[in-house]
């Protein structure tokens, strides 16, 4: 098939081939499919470089994977996988290539971008940043007083947050002297709780925005700005405010050095970044070493992804499965479930990732899709969300899938700990699966008369079968992080590529942006409302309660 050949993937026979099967499976259980072959885990999981992929517990068979790795050479995913790789326009809308995948590149890589190699521009800006970023890991940056900077304070939203955020704290055994704060929220809670803690001598801020005008970052840095200024001067902003951005002109304008300015490129997606100079708050958390083996771990991944059959290939299969629920099920919830308190953010960033990416209705070709595209993507840590949203799980009526997220090792020597955490995730994935018959329940309550047992019974039945992924990971190190989110990006690029999605602009983010610029001037003054309604209504009661 020719690569640059345009399909209607739910036209096609494998389509509706793929239909079929779902109708002919719908009614299996995995609990049977398990006692039908002792040997399914070893089939279904592949090991790499200390993360391990289970697929076993999936309503799945050999016949599925099949047909929906047809389904992936049908959307000519090889081509796609090589088209992002050689730095082809990929992100069609806007015209771009998209290379996150080239932050992860050796030095001797050679990556075009319009006839042009990105790969030494890219080590140009990581050597910069890194060489910065040590000045905060070891402590010996100076303040305007000439204390060193203790704290240093991430001002970014979406990808400039979520992502660095995320792996900071996952990483928190190889913290360097600095303490790292993130700060996203416009609403003033968030940045104020922070400045009362913190000295503007011996604070330091990082401003991420790629084009130095996102309104919320924007915003706060102003505040940030302020409130250093009530004791520093404004020839001591060099010292104490850099920029992660492509705009330097205003980040000079702001105050800061033009040396303390670490650019980005525009072929990399915010919610993809984390691996680039936004990463630069995490860099200075971890320092090089760490933040390098960060690099090689998603480099590692990307290997496997690019050069491992679609059978045996972690992304590819969590991707394709994925579609199996989402599109042929009709099941539109996926829970992200990390068993490690250090993951906490992990959903969150994951929630970006897949949902800005793949949120659409709308092909790489302006075509309607008429299927169902991405899925609604939530999660909590665990054992804490097994006291809240899992009763809805095992008993609900939903079909929910799960990758559950399990640290073997941890950092820390309380063993029973360790192996309690490790015992409940086990234990989750099986029963999810398993379930529990009626007569298991009725042997369970045989010594109770029989009104009660007949009312208690079907309670306390599970109906399982509830699929989900379990991905172990030997230790939550900055290779093993690198290799984690590498994964789930390369999922969400499969399942793009395979329902005709962009995955990589995010028209749906700017709308609101909009509208919000039109209707702020409009909270303070008396200008006549020619919104709807509900608007006019929510603006003029806001207008009679608020108090400047």
Known sequence: MNSSSHIEINHTPIWAQLHQHQRATRYMHMRGLFDADPLRFKKMHIAIDGILLDYSKNRITQDTIDLLTELAQEANLQGWMDKMRSGAIINLSEKRAALHIALRQPETANVQVNGHNVIPDIHRELKKALAFANTLYEQTHLGFSGQPITDVVNLGIGGSDLGPQMLTQALTPYHGKANVHFVANVDSTDLLEKLTQLNPQTTLFIIASKSFSTPETLLNAQTARKWFLQQGQKSDIAKHFVAVSSNSNAAIEFGIDSNNIFALFDWVGG????????????????????????????????????????????????????????????????????????????????????????GKQTGRYGEHLDFDTGPIIWGEEGVNCQHAFFQLLHQGSRLIPSDFIIPINSHYQFAEHQETLVSNAFAQTEALMKGKTAAEVLTELSDLPGIERDQLMPQKCFPGNQPSNSILIEKLTPFNMGQLLAMYEHKVFVQGIIWGINSFDQWGVEYGKVLAKQIQPELTTDSVLQRDSSTNGLIQYFRSHYKK
């Open 271 to 358: 919610r993809y970044s984390s691996w680039s100079t936004i990463g630069l708050s995490l860099m200075c958390a971890i320092g090089e070493q760490h933040f390098r083996a960060f690099l090689s771990g998603g480099l590692a991944m990307d290997e496997h992804f690019f050069n491992a059959p679609f059978k045996q290939n972690i992304p590819v299969l969590m991707a394709l499965i994925g579609i199996w629920y989402n599109t042929f099920y009709g099941a539109h919830s996926y829970a992200i479930i990390p068993y490690a308190h250090a993951l906490r953010r992990l959903p969150a960033h994951i929630q970006q990732l897949d949902m800005e990416s793949n």
